[in-house]
C-alpha cells in the first residue's frame, strides 16, 4: 500500500509569489491534516480537511488556505509569501475509524 | 487548550543505555496519545500510540504508559542503538472526530558506540 505522497519534495520561492503543496493520501484515507513545522515554532497544525470539507483550522493568517478533492487528494496554498513562511510542511491521512496519523516526507519550502 | 510539555534536550546516550524522555500533557476529556519520530530529511513515523488510561503502547522496544493520574505519557526503551538517534515528539488528540494533533517541542536524541 503507497504511503502518503507530498509533492514536490523541495521549492525555493521568491518573497510576495505564491506557492500550492500537493498532497495525495494512502488509499480509502478520508482525512487529510496540514502541519508546519519550523525550528522555532515546532510544529503547528494549519487545517484538516474531510470530505472535501475544511474540518478544523489552526491559527495562521488567511493567505495560508487549502482544499480537498472528491478523490481525497489535497493542496494547500500560501500567497504573498513571506521570509517566515519558510518551513517543512507535512500532510497526514487518516483512516475513518482510526486515531492514526500517517505523514508522508513533507515539502521543504525556502523563501528568499 | 491542549498542551504537551516535553523533556528538553538534545539527550546523547551511549550505546546500550536506557533511555526515558519525559512527556507530560493539559487536555479537556480522554486524549490518545502518540509518540513520533522523525530521522534526518524525513516526516514523522508513528512509533507507538496508547488511546485509555494505564493502555502500554509498544514498537520496536519502545514503551510508553499512558497515566491519567500523572498526565504524563514518558518514553522508555532499555538498550539504545546507534540507529535510535533521531528526534522524537510526544503528541495528543483530544477528541475523535477533531484530529488536530497538538505536539510538544521534540527531543533530539544522539546514540554515540
Known amino acids: 500500500k503507497a504511503g502518503v505522497t507530498q509533492t514536490p519534495r523541495y521549492l525555493i520561492k521568491t518573497r510576495g509569489q505564491q506557492v500550492t503543496l500537493s498532497c495525495s493520501p494512502i488509499?480509502?484515507?478520508?482525512?487529510v491534516s496540514w502541519y508546519q513545522q519550523t525550528p522555532g515554532q515546532g510544529l503547528q497544525f494549519l487545517f484538516e480537511?474531510?470530505?472535501?470539507?475544511?474540518?478544523n483550522k489552526g491559527n495562521f493568517p488567511g493567505r495560508f488556505s487549502g482544499r480537498q478533492f472528491s478523490n481525497s487528494r489535497s493542496e494547500m496554498n500560501v500567497s504573498t509569501l513571506e521570509l517566515g513562511d519558510s518551513a517543512l510542511y507535512l500532510c497526514?491521512?487518516?483512516?475513518?475509524?482510526?486515531?492514526?496519523?500517517?505523514f508522508g516526507q513533507g515539502t521543504r519550502l525556502t523563501v528568499v | 487548550g491542549d498542551s504537551v510539555t516535553q523533556m528538553e534536550g538534545p539527550v546523547t546516550l551511549s550505546e546500550e543505555a536506557f533511555l526515558t524522555i519525559n512527556c507530560t500533557y493539559t487536555?479537556?476529556?480522554?486524549?490518545?496519545l502518540f509518540w513520533y519520530v522523525q530521522y534526518p530529511g524525513e516526516g514523522l513515523q508513528l512509533l507507538l500510540k496508547?488511546?485509555?488510561?494505564?493502555d502500554k503502547g509498544s514498537n520496536k522496544g519502545f514503551e510508553a504508559t499512558y497515566r491519567k493520574e500523572t498526565t504524563s505519557f514518558h518514553l522508555e526503551k532499555g538498550s539504545v542503538q546507534v540507529s535510535d538517534s533521531a528526534v522524537y515528539f510526544c503528541?495528543?488528540?483530544?477528541?475523535?472526530?477533531?484530529?488536530?494533533?497538538?505536539f510538544g517541542t521534540g527531543t533530539r536524541l544522539t546514540i554515540i558506540p
Open positions: 496508547a488511546t485509555k488510561a494505564d
Open positions: 503528541a495528543l488528540t483530544s477528541n475523535f472526530g477533531n484530529e488536530k494533533l497538538t
Open positions: 487536555a479537556t476529556g480522554y486524549p490518545s
Open positions: 480537511y474531510f470530505s472535501e470539507t475544511q474540518r
Open positions: 497526514a491521512s487518516r483512516a475513518p475509524t482510526n486515531t492514526e496519523a500517517f
Open positions: 488509499s480509502g484515507h478520508r482525512s
